[in-house]
């Protein structure tokens, strides 16, 4: 495990970083320094790393994205009550059983569901006037769906 140093010289085990339902990319917008890549983890946490090289960056970045596929299982659906809110589906942190290929259809199949929904979302926009909390839901379930 990763140790931290204390301010009073001890050391503490710093918590393990999942990579479950994680992405892995270029930090493209990022220019102070070179080979620099994002990773968005699936509680929407945002790590920076540096790579020595063009070519080490860009194999980190193929390994994470495919350890991540590897230990991501579809999503639960997400929980049912009786208030109309949105609630994000739970992300399991299970490794997944299914095949690669099996995990790809499921993938596709999982982007498909999100644009339509995300196209239907957009399409019902909430009353200009309408009451805040539904102006935040609309909001959430936007930036979710976006960012599926």
């Known amino acids: 495990p990763a140790l931290e140093e204390e301010e009073d010289g001890g050391t503490e085990a710093e918590e393990p970083l999942g990579v479950h339902h994680a992405l892995a990319e270029r930090a493209s917008k ?11 983890t699936a509680d929407q946490r945002l790590f920076l790393f540096q790579a020595p090289t ?37 992300l399991p942190a299970a490794p997944s059983r299914s095949s690669p290929e099996e995990q790809q259809r499921c993938h596709e199949e999982w982007m ?17 006037r309408g009451r805040a909390r539904d102006l935040d839901e609309y909001r959430l379930k936007k930036e979710y769906l976006l960012y599926e």
């Not at 990022?30 to 968005?40: A, D, E, G, I």
């Open 30 to 40: 990022y220019t102070k320094r070179p080979n620099v890549f994002r990773l968005q």
């Open 54 to 90: 063009l070519e080490e960056m860009f194999s980190w970045i193929s390994r994470i994205n495919l350890v991540a596929a590897l230990f991501s299982s579809p999503p639960f659906p997400a929980a049912v009550g009786s208030q109309r809110r949105f609630i994000r589906p739970i």
């Open 112 to 128: 498909e569901r999100v644009a339509q929904e995300l196209y239907e979302h957009q399409r019902n926009l909430p009353e200009k």
